[in-house]
């Protein structure tokens, strides 16, 4: 499985979300919380509910994936990793790395997160 890192600014949304949810009714931000983890999961599988993020352009290589339950997207992007210096490539367990760039409500700010592709 490849590794994943989260931007900062995602995880700030993904906190928020939860807050908000929690708000809403006793235990439903604890239930985000996994409905994201479990998002986040199939996106490192790069199974078939991963899909090209909408409103990106396609050579920029953002994807997205749904969140179970929830009006929530996670977008991300699979980078290449460097194999570490005197690590044979067989002891690599993957070459690239999940990097999530936002969750964002689904039917809110369609693409601003694009600023943050680098």
């Known amino acids: 499985?490849?590794?994943?890192?989260?931007?900062?600014?995602?995880?700030g949304e993904m906190a928020?979300?939860?807050?908000?949810s929690e708000e809403r009714g006793p235990?439903?931000?604890d239930e985000l919380l996994v409905a994201f983890d479990e998002a986040i999961q199939r996106a490192?599988?790069?199974g078939p509910s991963c899909r090209p993020a909408l409103g990106?352009?396609?050579?920029?290589g953002a994807m997205r994936v749904l969140v179970r339950r929830f009006p929530y997207v996670v977008i991300f992007m699979v980078r290449p990793v460097a194999p570490a210096e005197n690590v044979a490539t067989s002891d690599v367990a993957d070459d690239n790395e999940i990097h999530v760039l936002a969750v964002a409500h689904g039917?809110?700010?369609?693409?601003?997160?694009?600023t943050r592709t680098g």
């Open 1 to 11: 499985m490849p590794a994943i890192t989260i931007d900062p600014d995602a995880l």
């Open 16 to 20: 928020e979300a939860i807050a908000w």
């Open 27 to 29: 235990g439903l931000g």
């Open 44 to 46: 490192a599988a790069l």
């Open 56 to 60: 990106a352009p396609r050579e920029l």
């Open 107 to 114: 039917r809110r700010r369609p693409g601003y997160w694009r």
